[in-house]
Protein backbone atom coordinates (compact mmCIF):
# COMPACT_ATOMS: atom_id res chain seq x y z
CA UNK A 1 0.00 0.00 0.00
CA UNK A 2 1.38 3.53 -1.10
CA UNK A 3 2.68 6.03 2.09
CA UNK A 4 -0.04 8.74 2.45
CA UNK A 5 1.37 12.07 3.37
CA UNK A 6 0.39 13.04 7.01
CA UNK A 7 -1.21 15.92 5.59
CA UNK A 8 -3.65 14.82 4.22
CA UNK A 9 -7.66 15.64 4.68
CA UNK A 10 -9.66 14.19 7.94
CA UNK A 11 -13.12 15.62 6.71
CA UNK A 12 -14.75 14.37 4.01
CA UNK A 13 -17.02 16.85 1.25
CA UNK A 14 -20.09 14.70 1.83
CA UNK A 15 -19.96 14.07 5.55
CA UNK A 16 -18.71 17.52 7.38
CA UNK A 17 -18.42 19.93 4.13
CA UNK A 18 -17.53 22.54 6.28
CA UNK A 19 -14.83 21.26 8.27
CA UNK A 20 -13.46 19.64 4.81
CA UNK A 21 -13.70 22.97 3.09
CA UNK A 22 -11.85 24.93 5.93
CA UNK A 23 -9.05 21.91 5.57
CA UNK A 24 -8.86 22.29 1.88
CA UNK A 25 -7.85 25.88 2.03
CA UNK A 26 -5.60 25.58 5.12
CA UNK A 27 -3.88 22.46 4.12
CA UNK A 28 -3.43 23.52 0.09
CA UNK A 29 -1.94 26.38 1.17
CA UNK A 30 -3.90 28.75 -0.15
CA UNK A 31 -5.06 30.84 2.99
CA UNK A 32 -5.18 30.81 6.60
CA UNK A 33 -6.54 32.42 9.81
CA UNK A 34 -4.94 35.68 10.86
CA UNK A 35 -4.57 36.41 14.55
CA UNK A 36 -6.71 39.54 14.35
CA UNK A 37 -10.89 38.08 14.34
CA UNK A 38 -12.46 38.25 11.60
CA UNK A 39 -9.37 38.36 8.81
CA UNK A 40 -7.52 35.93 6.93
CA UNK A 41 -4.09 35.79 5.09
CA UNK A 42 -3.94 35.45 1.40
CA UNK A 43 -0.94 32.75 0.94
CA UNK A 44 1.19 32.97 -2.41
CA UNK A 45 -1.18 29.96 -4.07
CA UNK A 46 -4.04 31.62 -3.10
CA UNK A 47 -3.44 35.36 -4.12
CA UNK A 48 -1.95 33.98 -7.92
CA UNK A 49 -5.68 32.55 -8.13
CA UNK A 50 -6.25 36.11 -7.63
CA UNK A 51 -4.14 37.86 -9.74
CA UNK A 52 -5.38 35.30 -12.93
CA UNK A 53 -9.00 36.96 -11.87
CA UNK A 54 -7.25 40.28 -12.28
CA UNK A 55 -5.65 39.91 -15.39
CA UNK A 56 -8.36 38.29 -17.20
CA UNK A 57 -10.71 40.30 -16.24
CA UNK A 58 -8.22 43.98 -17.20
CA UNK A 59 -8.26 42.33 -20.14
CA UNK A 60 -11.96 42.15 -20.37
CA UNK A 61 -13.23 45.56 -19.81
CA UNK A 62 -10.21 47.42 -21.35
CA UNK A 63 -10.87 45.46 -24.74
CA UNK A 64 -14.89 45.60 -24.82
CA UNK A 65 -15.71 49.11 -22.57
CA UNK A 66 -12.63 50.94 -22.39
CA UNK A 67 -12.74 51.51 -18.71
CA UNK A 68 -9.66 52.38 -16.80
CA UNK A 69 -8.23 51.72 -13.05
CA UNK A 70 -7.58 54.10 -10.64
CA UNK A 71 -7.27 53.99 -6.62
CA UNK A 72 -9.46 55.97 -4.13
CA UNK A 73 -8.78 56.55 -0.19
CA UNK A 74 -9.53 53.64 2.24
CA UNK A 75 -11.58 56.85 4.30
CA UNK A 76 -14.43 57.88 3.89
CA UNK A 77 -16.18 60.83 5.65
CA UNK A 78 -19.38 60.26 7.59
CA UNK A 79 -21.16 63.31 5.72
CA UNK A 80 -20.74 61.51 2.36
CA UNK A 81 -22.84 58.55 3.97
CA UNK A 82 -25.23 60.66 4.94
CA UNK A 83 -25.81 62.27 1.12
CA UNK A 84 -27.60 59.14 0.45
CA UNK A 85 -30.03 58.54 2.79
CA UNK A 86 -31.38 54.59 1.45
CA UNK A 87 -27.31 53.52 1.13
CA UNK A 88 -26.36 54.66 4.26
CA UNK A 89 -28.90 52.80 5.74
CA UNK A 90 -28.11 49.75 3.59
CA UNK A 91 -24.30 49.97 5.39
CA UNK A 92 -24.73 51.15 8.63
CA UNK A 93 -24.74 47.74 10.65
CA UNK A 94 -21.23 47.22 8.21
CA UNK A 95 -19.10 49.98 9.05
CA UNK A 96 -16.25 50.38 10.77
CA UNK A 97 -15.50 53.76 12.50
CA UNK A 98 -12.46 55.34 12.96
CA UNK A 99 -11.75 56.59 16.57
CA UNK A 100 -12.96 60.07 16.55
CA UNK A 101 -10.10 61.40 18.96
CA UNK A 102 -8.06 60.53 15.52
CA UNK A 103 -9.81 62.25 13.55
CA UNK A 104 -10.81 66.10 12.48
CA UNK A 105 -13.24 67.66 14.72
CA UNK A 106 -16.66 66.29 13.94
CA UNK A 107 -16.47 64.63 11.13
CA UNK A 108 -16.11 60.53 11.52
CA UNK A 109 -14.06 58.39 9.26
CA UNK A 110 -15.46 54.96 7.94
CA UNK A 111 -13.42 52.56 6.62
CA UNK A 112 -14.91 51.95 3.47
CA UNK A 113 -17.22 49.17 2.82
CA UNK A 114 -17.86 50.53 -0.69
CA UNK A 115 -17.00 53.51 -2.57
CA UNK A 116 -19.57 54.93 -3.96
CA UNK A 117 -19.83 57.94 -1.81
CA UNK A 118 -15.63 58.72 -2.23
CA UNK A 119 -15.48 58.39 -5.77
CA UNK A 120 -18.65 60.00 -6.73
CA UNK A 121 -17.57 63.08 -4.95
CA UNK A 122 -14.16 63.18 -7.39
CA UNK A 123 -17.23 62.51 -10.41
CA UNK A 124 -18.86 65.79 -9.18
CA UNK A 125 -15.65 67.70 -9.76
CA UNK A 126 -14.45 65.43 -12.94
CA UNK A 127 -17.50 65.64 -14.90
CA UNK A 128 -18.89 69.13 -16.14
CA UNK A 129 -19.98 68.63 -20.05
CA UNK A 130 -21.66 65.87 -21.92
CA UNK A 131 -18.01 65.11 -23.98
CA UNK A 132 -16.53 64.02 -20.38
CA UNK A 133 -19.15 61.52 -20.61
CA UNK A 134 -18.99 57.82 -20.38
CA UNK A 135 -17.00 57.80 -17.45
CA UNK A 136 -15.48 54.40 -16.44
CA UNK A 137 -13.47 54.23 -13.75
CA UNK A 138 -12.69 50.80 -11.84
CA UNK A 139 -10.49 50.09 -8.76
CA UNK A 140 -9.06 46.91 -7.67
CA UNK A 141 -9.28 47.34 -3.56
CA UNK A 142 -9.31 45.65 0.45
CA UNK A 143 -12.63 46.31 1.72
CA UNK A 144 -14.03 46.05 5.56
CA UNK A 145 -17.36 45.10 6.58
CA UNK A 146 -17.71 44.37 10.47
CA UNK A 147 -20.52 42.42 11.02
CA UNK A 148 -19.41 39.44 10.14
CA UNK A 149 -20.10 36.86 12.65
CA UNK A 150 -17.20 33.84 12.15
CA UNK A 151 -14.95 33.98 9.15
CA UNK A 152 -15.11 31.00 6.55
CA UNK A 153 -12.00 31.46 4.40
CA UNK A 154 -12.31 33.17 1.04
CA UNK A 155 -16.00 33.45 1.43
CA UNK A 156 -16.66 35.12 4.68
CA UNK A 157 -14.32 38.05 6.41
CA UNK A 158 -14.08 41.16 7.98
CA UNK A 159 -12.03 42.70 5.45
CA UNK A 160 -11.81 40.79 1.87
CA UNK A 161 -10.10 42.17 -1.52
CA UNK A 162 -12.42 43.00 -4.44
CA UNK A 163 -13.11 44.87 -7.67
CA UNK A 164 -15.85 47.85 -7.92
CA UNK A 165 -16.44 49.40 -10.79
CA UNK A 166 -18.43 52.96 -11.53
CA UNK A 167 -19.38 54.22 -14.65
CA UNK A 168 -21.54 57.40 -15.57
CA UNK A 169 -23.37 57.90 -18.48
CA UNK A 170 -25.18 60.73 -20.34
CA UNK A 171 -28.85 58.78 -20.92
CA UNK A 172 -30.31 56.00 -19.03
CA UNK A 173 -30.18 53.50 -22.12
CA UNK A 174 -26.34 53.51 -22.33
CA UNK A 175 -26.56 52.79 -18.30
CA UNK A 176 -28.87 50.04 -18.99
CA UNK A 177 -26.74 48.62 -21.82
CA UNK A 178 -23.47 48.87 -20.17
CA UNK A 179 -25.15 47.11 -16.57
CA UNK A 180 -26.10 44.07 -18.66
CA UNK A 181 -22.85 43.85 -20.20
CA UNK A 182 -21.12 44.17 -17.10
CA UNK A 183 -22.74 41.25 -15.44
CA UNK A 184 -22.46 39.29 -18.23
CA UNK A 185 -18.25 39.53 -18.57
CA UNK A 186 -18.62 38.47 -14.90
CA UNK A 187 -20.65 35.10 -15.98
CA UNK A 188 -17.96 35.14 -19.14
CA UNK A 189 -14.90 34.86 -16.38
CA UNK A 190 -16.99 32.52 -14.06
CA UNK A 191 -17.56 30.38 -17.02
CA UNK A 192 -14.39 30.33 -19.07
CA UNK A 193 -11.55 31.07 -16.18
CA UNK A 194 -12.97 29.53 -13.14
CA UNK A 195 -15.08 26.50 -14.93
CA UNK A 196 -18.24 27.43 -12.58
CA UNK A 197 -21.49 27.83 -14.61
CA UNK A 198 -24.08 30.54 -12.96
CA UNK A 199 -27.16 31.74 -13.20
CA UNK A 200 -27.57 35.24 -14.13
CA UNK A 201 -30.49 37.53 -12.97
CA UNK A 202 -31.92 40.15 -11.14
CA UNK A 203 -32.91 40.89 -7.61
CA UNK A 204 -35.67 41.51 -6.04
CA UNK A 205 -36.06 44.98 -4.21
CA UNK A 206 -35.56 43.16 -1.04
CA UNK A 207 -32.43 42.51 -1.50
CA UNK A 208 -30.91 44.74 -4.13
CA UNK A 209 -28.09 47.25 -3.57
CA UNK A 210 -28.62 49.84 -1.10
CA UNK A 211 -29.34 53.15 -2.61
CA UNK A 212 -29.72 51.34 -6.75
CA UNK A 213 -32.66 51.40 -8.68
CA UNK A 214 -31.84 47.97 -9.65
CA UNK A 215 -28.95 45.10 -9.13
CA UNK A 216 -28.00 42.17 -11.77
CA UNK A 217 -26.27 38.64 -10.03
CA UNK A 218 -24.81 36.00 -10.85
CA UNK A 219 -25.42 33.12 -9.04
CA UNK A 220 -23.75 29.59 -8.66
CA UNK A 221 -24.84 26.48 -6.28
CA UNK A 222 -22.65 24.56 -4.10
CA UNK A 223 -22.06 20.98 -3.66
CA UNK A 224 -23.50 21.83 -0.07
CA UNK A 225 -26.62 22.51 -0.81
CA UNK A 226 -26.25 26.93 -0.55
CA UNK A 227 -26.49 29.56 -3.02
CA UNK A 228 -23.61 31.96 -3.44
CA UNK A 229 -23.63 35.03 -5.02
CA UNK A 230 -20.63 35.89 -7.58
CA UNK A 231 -20.92 38.99 -8.70
CA UNK A 232 -23.33 41.80 -9.04
CA UNK A 233 -24.24 44.80 -11.37
CA UNK A 234 -26.68 47.68 -10.18
CA UNK A 235 -28.10 50.39 -12.13
CA UNK A 236 -27.97 53.46 -9.87
CA UNK A 237 -30.23 55.74 -11.38
CA UNK A 238 -29.96 59.48 -10.65
CA UNK A 239 -30.12 59.17 -7.02
CA UNK A 240 -26.34 59.45 -6.17
CA UNK A 241 -26.03 61.94 -9.41
CA UNK A 242 -28.62 64.03 -7.22
CA UNK A 243 -26.85 63.47 -3.85
CA UNK A 244 -23.39 64.20 -4.89
CA UNK A 245 -24.42 67.58 -7.16
CA UNK A 246 -22.85 65.44 -10.23
CA UNK A 247 -24.28 67.21 -13.28
CA UNK A 248 -23.22 67.65 -17.24
CA UNK A 249 -23.90 70.70 -19.57
CA UNK A 250 -25.25 68.62 -22.59
CA UNK A 251 -25.56 68.98 -26.21
CA UNK A 252 -28.74 71.43 -25.23
CA UNK A 253 -26.79 73.88 -23.58
CA UNK A 254 -28.87 72.94 -20.66
CA UNK A 255 -27.69 71.00 -17.23
CA UNK A 256 -28.34 67.29 -16.78
CA UNK A 257 -28.28 64.59 -13.97
CA UNK A 258 -26.19 61.93 -15.49
CA UNK A 259 -27.08 57.91 -14.85
CA UNK A 260 -24.69 55.85 -12.88
CA UNK A 261 -23.77 52.12 -12.63
CA UNK A 262 -21.35 50.24 -10.24
CA UNK A 263 -20.68 46.60 -10.38
CA UNK A 264 -18.07 44.39 -8.62
CA UNK A 265 -16.74 40.95 -7.54
CA UNK A 266 -14.84 39.80 -4.36
CA UNK A 267 -11.98 37.24 -3.63
CA UNK A 268 -15.36 34.96 -2.34
CA UNK A 269 -14.98 33.61 -6.03
CA UNK A 270 -11.93 31.72 -5.19
CA UNK A 271 -13.79 29.70 -2.37
CA UNK A 272 -17.00 29.22 -5.03
CA UNK A 273 -13.82 27.35 -7.22
CA UNK A 274 -12.57 25.56 -4.25
CA UNK A 275 -16.46 24.48 -2.74
CA UNK A 276 -17.37 23.22 -6.17
CA UNK A 277 -14.31 21.46 -7.87
CA UNK A 278 -12.50 19.65 -5.20
CA UNK A 279 -12.60 16.56 -3.67
CA UNK A 280 -11.45 14.11 -0.79
CA UNK A 281 -8.23 14.12 -1.57
CA UNK A 282 -8.02 18.02 -1.72
CA UNK A 283 -7.77 21.04 -3.58
CA UNK A 284 -8.83 20.89 -7.65
CA UNK A 285 -7.99 23.99 -9.68
CA UNK A 286 -8.81 24.76 -13.39
CA UNK A 287 -5.86 24.83 -14.91
CA UNK A 288 -6.41 28.08 -16.36
CA UNK A 289 -5.97 29.43 -12.92
CA UNK A 290 -3.21 27.20 -11.18
CA UNK A 291 0.39 28.50 -10.55
CA UNK A 292 2.06 24.93 -11.58
CA UNK A 293 0.20 23.52 -13.91
CA UNK A 294 2.24 20.03 -13.92
CA UNK A 295 4.38 18.70 -11.35
CA UNK A 296 7.32 16.24 -12.73
CA UNK A 297 7.38 13.09 -9.96
CA UNK A 298 10.78 10.88 -10.90
CA UNK A 299 10.47 6.94 -9.87
CA UNK A 300 13.96 6.78 -8.20
CA UNK A 301 16.31 3.88 -8.18
CA UNK A 302 19.67 3.23 -7.15
CA UNK A 303 20.46 1.72 -10.62
CA UNK A 304 19.12 3.93 -12.88
CA UNK A 305 18.28 6.94 -10.82
CA UNK A 306 21.52 9.19 -12.25
CA UNK A 307 18.92 9.03 -15.90
CA UNK A 308 15.66 9.03 -14.57
CA UNK A 309 17.09 12.33 -12.95
CA UNK A 310 18.59 13.67 -15.75
CA UNK A 311 15.51 12.92 -18.22
CA UNK A 312 13.47 14.66 -15.61
CA UNK A 313 15.03 17.89 -15.69
CA UNK A 314 14.96 17.79 -19.41
CA UNK A 315 11.26 17.08 -18.88
CA UNK A 316 11.01 20.32 -16.68
CA UNK A 317 12.81 22.95 -19.23
CA UNK A 318 11.10 21.37 -22.22
CA UNK A 319 7.44 22.22 -20.16
CA UNK A 320 8.58 25.76 -18.51
CA UNK A 321 5.89 27.46 -19.91
CA UNK A 322 3.92 25.12 -17.94
CA UNK A 323 5.44 26.57 -15.03
CA UNK A 324 6.22 22.66 -13.19
CA UNK A 325 7.16 21.58 -10.30
CA UNK A 326 10.49 18.84 -10.57
CA UNK A 327 10.08 16.81 -6.73
CA UNK A 328 13.18 15.01 -6.86
CA UNK A 329 13.32 14.82 -3.11
CA UNK A 330 14.48 11.48 -2.07
CA UNK A 331 13.21 11.98 1.10
CA UNK A 332 10.16 10.62 0.50
CA UNK A 333 7.72 8.01 -1.26
CA UNK A 334 6.33 8.42 -4.66
CA UNK A 335 3.27 7.78 -3.06
CA UNK A 336 3.99 10.06 -0.51
CA UNK A 337 4.50 12.97 -3.16
CA UNK A 338 1.63 11.97 -5.41
CA UNK A 339 -0.83 12.52 -1.97
CA UNK A 340 0.83 15.95 -1.38
CA UNK A 341 0.38 17.37 -4.90
CA UNK A 342 -3.00 15.88 -5.15
CA UNK A 343 -3.82 17.68 -2.16
CA UNK A 344 -2.64 21.31 -3.72
CA UNK A 345 -4.26 20.80 -6.62
CA UNK A 346 -1.96 20.73 -9.18
CA UNK A 347 -3.95 19.78 -12.54
CA UNK A 348 -1.24 17.35 -13.99
CA UNK A 349 1.09 14.78 -13.21
CA UNK A 350 3.99 13.37 -15.14
CA UNK A 351 5.64 9.60 -13.10
CA UNK A 352 9.01 8.86 -14.98
CA UNK A 353 10.26 5.35 -14.46
CA UNK A 354 13.02 3.09 -15.58
CA UNK A 355 10.33 1.14 -17.56
CA UNK A 356 8.54 4.69 -19.12
CA UNK A 357 12.49 5.54 -19.67
CA UNK A 358 12.88 2.58 -21.81
CA UNK A 359 9.67 3.31 -23.76
CA UNK A 360 10.95 6.67 -24.26
CA UNK A 361 7.54 7.72 -22.35
CA UNK A 362 6.04 9.27 -19.24
CA UNK A 363 2.51 8.51 -17.67
CA UNK A 364 0.90 11.33 -17.03
CA UNK A 365 -2.36 11.62 -14.06
CA UNK A 366 -5.20 14.12 -14.37
CA UNK A 367 -5.87 15.40 -11.09
CA UNK A 368 -9.77 15.98 -11.50
CA UNK A 369 -10.51 12.31 -12.45
CA UNK A 370 -6.81 10.28 -11.51
CA UNK A 371 -7.14 9.18 -15.53
CA UNK A 372 -3.41 7.99 -16.59
CA UNK A 373 -2.33 8.42 -19.85
CA UNK A 374 1.36 6.92 -21.66
CA UNK A 375 2.50 9.97 -23.73
CA UNK A 376 5.96 9.60 -25.91
CA UNK A 377 8.51 12.11 -24.47
CA UNK A 378 8.50 13.63 -27.87
CA UNK A 379 5.05 14.24 -27.80
CA UNK A 380 4.69 16.28 -24.78
CA UNK A 381 4.75 20.00 -25.46
CA UNK A 382 2.01 19.07 -28.45
CA UNK A 383 0.05 16.88 -25.93
CA UNK A 384 0.05 18.75 -22.71
CA UNK A 385 -1.89 21.67 -23.98
CA UNK A 386 -4.58 19.76 -25.39
CA UNK A 387 -4.98 18.14 -21.74
CA UNK A 388 -5.22 20.47 -19.43
CA UNK A 389 -7.78 22.26 -21.90
CA UNK A 390 -9.59 18.90 -21.83
CA UNK A 391 -9.14 19.03 -17.61
CA UNK A 392 -10.85 22.63 -17.81
CA UNK A 393 -13.53 21.27 -20.04
CA UNK A 394 -14.46 18.43 -17.91
CA UNK A 395 -14.70 20.59 -14.72
CA UNK A 396 -16.77 22.91 -15.89
CA UNK A 397 -19.10 20.19 -17.48
CA UNK A 398 -18.94 18.41 -14.39
CA UNK A 399 -20.38 21.92 -12.28
CA UNK A 400 -22.72 22.37 -14.73
CA UNK A 401 -24.35 18.77 -14.75
CA UNK A 402 -24.34 20.01 -11.06
CA UNK A 403 -25.96 22.94 -11.21
CA UNK A 404 -28.57 21.26 -14.19
CA UNK A 405 -29.89 18.49 -11.49
CA UNK A 406 -29.66 20.75 -8.23
CA UNK A 407 -32.53 23.21 -9.80
CA UNK A 408 -35.67 22.18 -9.11
CA UNK A 409 -39.51 23.46 -9.78
CA UNK A 410 -41.99 23.68 -7.06
CA UNK A 411 -45.67 24.72 -7.43
CA UNK A 412 -46.42 25.05 -3.92
CA UNK A 413 -45.00 25.56 -0.35
CA UNK A 414 -44.67 21.44 0.58
CA UNK A 415 -42.63 20.95 -2.59
CA UNK A 416 -40.77 24.48 -2.26
CA UNK A 417 -39.61 23.66 1.46
CA UNK A 418 -39.07 20.04 0.46
CA UNK A 419 -37.14 21.03 -2.04
CA UNK A 420 -34.46 23.73 0.24
CA UNK A 421 -34.39 20.36 2.95
CA UNK A 422 -33.46 18.44 0.12
CA UNK A 423 -30.81 21.05 -0.56
CA UNK A 424 -32.02 22.10 -3.95
CA UNK A 425 -32.03 25.59 -5.85
CA UNK A 426 -35.96 26.15 -6.49
CA UNK A 427 -37.23 27.62 -9.51
CA UNK A 428 -40.76 28.64 -9.16
CA UNK A 429 -43.92 31.66 -9.35
CA UNK A 430 -43.49 34.31 -7.24
CA UNK A 431 -45.55 37.17 -6.28
CA UNK A 432 -42.61 39.29 -5.68
CA UNK A 433 -43.61 41.21 -3.13
CA UNK A 434 -41.18 41.33 0.26
CA UNK A 435 -43.53 40.86 2.79
CA UNK A 436 -44.16 37.25 1.26
CA UNK A 437 -40.49 36.67 0.63
CA UNK A 438 -40.02 37.81 4.48
CA UNK A 439 -42.34 35.06 5.29
CA UNK A 440 -40.83 32.24 3.34
CA UNK A 441 -36.95 33.03 4.99
CA UNK A 442 -38.90 32.77 7.85
CA UNK A 443 -40.25 29.95 7.69
CA UNK A 444 -37.67 27.35 5.69
CA UNK A 445 -34.25 29.83 5.65
CA UNK A 446 -34.21 30.36 2.17
CA UNK A 447 -33.56 33.83 0.42
CA UNK A 448 -34.50 35.09 -2.99
CA UNK A 449 -31.52 34.40 -5.24
CA UNK A 450 -32.68 35.94 -8.84
CA UNK A 451 -35.15 36.41 -11.65
CA UNK A 452 -33.98 34.92 -14.71
CA UNK A 453 -32.97 37.70 -17.29
CA UNK A 454 -35.07 35.27 -19.63
CA UNK A 455 -38.10 35.02 -17.96
CA UNK A 456 -41.48 34.49 -19.64
CA UNK A 457 -44.47 36.13 -18.06
CA UNK A 458 -46.33 33.92 -16.27
CA UNK A 459 -49.81 33.46 -15.25
CA UNK A 460 -51.45 31.58 -11.86
CA UNK A 461 -50.70 32.45 -8.30
CA UNK A 462 -47.43 32.31 -6.13
CA UNK A 463 -46.85 29.19 -4.68
CA UNK A 464 -46.47 31.06 -1.31
CA UNK A 465 -49.18 33.21 -0.57
CA UNK A 466 -51.52 32.45 -3.39
CA UNK A 467 -51.70 35.78 -5.01
CA UNK A 468 -51.27 36.34 -8.81
CA UNK A 469 -47.86 35.69 -9.65
CA UNK A 470 -45.70 37.89 -11.34
CA UNK A 471 -42.49 36.53 -12.35
CA UNK A 472 -40.23 33.56 -12.20
CA UNK A 473 -37.40 33.32 -9.40
CA UNK A 474 -35.00 30.73 -7.68
CA UNK A 475 -34.83 30.76 -3.88
CA UNK A 476 -32.26 28.41 -1.90
CA UNK A 477 -30.11 28.56 1.71
CA UNK A 478 -27.30 31.08 0.76
CA UNK A 479 -23.65 32.11 2.22
Not at 304 to 333: C, V, W
Request: glycine residues 4%; positive net charge.
Amino acid sequence: MEKKSKEGLTAKKEEDNAKWYEEVCLKSELAEFSSVKGTMIIRPRGYFIWEAIQNYFNKEIVEKTKCENAYFPLFIPESFFKKEAEHAKGFTPEVAWIDPKLTAPGERLAIRPTSETIIYDSYSKWIRSYKDLPLRINQWCNIVRWETEATKLFLRSREFLWQEGHCVYETEKECDKETLQYIELYKKLCEELLALPVLIGKKTEKEKFAGAKYTLTIESFMPDGKALQCGTSHNLGQGFAKAFNIEFLGKDEKKHLPWQNSWGLSTRLIGAVIMMHSDNKGLVLPPKIAKNKIVIVPILFDKTKEKILKEAQKISKQLSKFNPILDDREDHSPGWKFSEWELKGIPLRIEIGPKDLEKESVTIVKRNNSEKIQIKIKDLEKKIPNLLDEIQNELFQSAKKFLESSAIEAKNFNEFANGIKNKKIIKTAFCNETSCENNIKEKTGASSRCIPLDSKKITGKCFSCGKPAKTEIYFARSY
